[in-house]
């Protein structure tokens, strides 16, 4: 059973750190691609980051360089370093794998535990 379990959010001030964790098991991490969503009340779901089992990696906002992604194939965990936060980061942040070329859990509709973001200023 694929089972994704998230955790490191809480808050924080405009420009502080976290880094948020995603322990997973019931799959091989490095044949699948893994993503972190983002979504705040009233905002579209947004993929923040992906990586893919090859290891490439997409960033959302890779211009700005305060999300970074990152796996340990040993601990079967997907991180998401982020850095310089801001109060427009405040969001609830899934994790996802792809599984059978859909996401699951569904990170746009509810779906998964999340972690709570929160950025004050």
């Known amino acids: 059973e694929v089972q994704l379990v998230e955790s490191g959010g809480g808050s924080v001030q405009a420009g502080g750190s976290l880094r948020l964790s995603c322990k997973t098991s019931g799959f091989t991490l490095t044949d699948t691609d893994m993503g972190w969503f983002r979504q705040a009340p009233g905002d579209e779901c947004e993929l ?23 796996r340990d194939n040993v601990k079967n965990t997907v991180y998401l ?38 950025v004050s200023s």
């Open 81 to 118: 370093q982020m850095n310089n936060l801001k109060p427009e980061d405040t969001a609830v942040y899934h994790c996802s794998a792809v599984v059978g070329s859909l996401w699951y859990p569904d990170p746009c509709r509810g779906r998964g535990q999340g972690t709570q973001v929160t």
């Open 48 to 70: 923040v980051s992906r990586i893919y089992s090859g290891g490439r990696i997409y960033n959302r906002y890779s211009g700005e360089g305060r999300f970074t992604i990152s």
